[in-house]
């Protein structure tokens, strides 16, 4: 095992009028530190906050901003970012700093505030995400998950009712969670009447723009018992990269990064996924859970979307994807979203998911995608 | 020792029309591979990339662009920020990425393509490192200085023309570096009479905007001997914060984030400042130099601008600050500063410094700063 974790705490997401993130990471870090009542903060080494963008708060220096609103200065604290990806950055910032051995206890976490800008604004700030060609040409990211669709539906026959089962089975699962964004049920019919946004994407093919905080702590292994029985173990980790521009790729239906992220992180845990039951992976769009579950070994090349078709990654299926509602449901707050797909994971290695619980689930794989695939960090969790 | 630098490279400083910030890390990488010619690119694990901000080229991700430009794409690429500190925290998560053992090899890249917008958008681009109530009051990073200089002066009597000496010596020193954005000396009139930004701060007191890029390799030391027979050792590092709002600071004319910075790095390195003949410190305007130099401990506290005004911080003075010319000459491209600075300790410490080589100096202290004095990252050299 390379860290454990001994807490974590989740923001409501959602529209969160009002709130600026420095209040939703607040809120984050009050159910995180609860968990943990032995835990002083002035234990706490270091601070790693993933955010992806500026532009929404007009804010740089989220470490600083973190750090000093609930009273860590003058440690350290350090801004990551992969755009989307930035959640698990921090997680790796933290869990590299612990293993360095330069602190004992490091905390994590990822803040987005998305719904007090405009939808252009939102728009533009995340097309910064993309090579300037592209930029310039108008690839927006529907769009460019369309064409990763579009590319898959042709190479292997996926459909778009596969992609809306997708969506159905996470707002089923977003609909057991307390703390999800979309709460609301739906059926095949409404994925496929609604507006489309970029063919064959439909807007229930795509998640949400939301708020949102998460956090974690990150424990050197040998100290976890001060604070708690039931840590989760970090077994393996790893972070991959492909091409900005999609005009360099040699087949835009396969995640390449996220493939070799996910192998690497498995052969540092010297596992295979067959022990993994529940996986929360960046569900972005719909297609990209199909993606994602291919380049995570559960499908083969080709075959993800009849994962879903068979029903085998509904809760207690083959194997459990997005419990939590993934992206497409719990919420999409940018550089939250790697620390909410940890803090799922935390609760359900814990036996602590309520409606929504894998049952013996020993085993979790995280895997959050910033860009277009262009950067991935996968993390494989045990008890 | 923490970690060996066995090679590092510097683009050109200064407004470098029509290129990118991407074409300005590849001037500086280029110069860095030349260094190492056994080292071949694929035995670089990671690599980490500080950027200031995402305005200046509509461009976030620069861990993936810096990645793709040179070929290291599927290696893990990762951008950090903390202001203009942004470069020194690339080089400490380098080094903490070896320190891990997650690899041997890591790249640490800076880069800042500012010169290409206006006067206005870099202002508000920077004034996203404050914090927002004070954001939104006008506090401009010259006006929060000028804010420091002169509660400097009321409490301990330092003077406009000390702060002039310190732009004159840096200014000289720069005349020394074929690669520094200012090459032209001046003198104490020039800096008194040039127009007054932010009383006591003048033209000449305050950094320039600048466009440019450095690089290091950082390898874990057992292995440094195999690329270079004059690698640098990393012997201390750390990273302290203080609060964004200045209004929560008990004195403005004390960097108490440096202070501990510096404290702790020197702890780490088990050595005391009287060993460092050479200190890169954060002089984005004149009166960070003496902040800075009392911060260090290289004068006591509020005699800051005695060592100016006394010479001793000149080239082969008592301590050599800055003899790269510094921000202030050498140039200020935000996110490349902090390995801007490395890459000069690269030269002294090797003994190819050229005309501004400081002599005899076994040891070197580097200081970054993010926001006003915000997060700093201090790393201790030696040869």
């Keep these: 095992m390379l860290v454990s974790i001994i807490s974590a705490g989740m923001s409501k997401m959602g529209k969160r009028d009002n709130l600026s993130s420095r209040e939703l990471f607040a809120e984050a870090y009050l159910e995180c530190m609860q968990r943990v009542p032995n835990l002083d903060r002035k234990e706490i080494g270091a601070v790693y906050v993933g955010s992806q963008s500026e532009i929404y708060e007009h804010q740089i220096m989220y470490g600083n901003m973190v750090a000093e609103t609930v009273g860590l200065v003058p440690k ?15 997680l790796r910032s933290a869990i590299i700093d612990v293993m360095s051995g330069l602190h004992d206890i490091v905390l994590a976490v990822g803040i987005e505030k998305m719904t007090a800008q405009s939808t252009e604004i939102v728009t533009d700030a995340l097309m910064a995400a993309s090579e300037p060609l592209e930029q310039i040409n108008g690839l927006t990211f529907p769009s460019i998950y369309a064409m990763m669709a579009v590319e898959h539906m042709h190479r292997y026959g996926s459909t ?61 292994p040998e100290l976890a018992t001060k604070y708690t029985d039931s840590a989760i173990q970090v077994l393996g980790m790893a972070a991959a990269t492909d091409t900005l521009g999609l005009y360099n790729r040699k087949d835009l239906s396969w995640p390449n990064a996220a493939a070799i992220a996910c192998t690497e992180a498995c052969k540092i845990a010297k596992m295979d996924l067959t022990k993994v039951k529940i996986a929360e992976v960046h569900d972005a769009f719909t297609i990209n859970e199909i993606l994602l579950s291919e380049a995570a070994g559960f499908a083969e090349k080709g075959k993800g979307h009849l994962l879903i078709r068979e029903g085998e990654t509904s809760i207690n299926g083959k194997i459990s994807i997005n419990p939590s509602g993934g992206l497409k449901a719990r919420g999409h707050p940018t550089g939250a979203t790697g620390l909410a797909q940890v803090y799922e994971i935390f609760l359900q290695l814990r036996g602590e998911a309520g409606k929504r619980q894998v049952s013996q689930a020993d085993y979790a794989l995280a895997l959050n995608e910033g860009g277009s695939d262009a950067v991935v960090v996968s993390h494989v969790f045990g008890r």
């Design 160 to 220: 778009i009712e596969d992609f809306a089962k997708v969506a159905v089975k996470n707002h089923l699962n977003g609909s057991l969670n307390p703390k999800a964004h979309l709460q609301k049920q739906i059926s095949i019919a409404d994925v496929l009447s609604s507006k489309v946004v970029a063919w064959p994407l439909k807007l229930y093919d795509c998640s949400p723009i939301s708020d949102g905080s998460a956090v974690a702590v990150v424990c050197k």
């Design 76 to 90: 350290a604290a350090i801004r990551v970012e992969g755009c989307a990806a930035a959640g698990a950055i921090a």
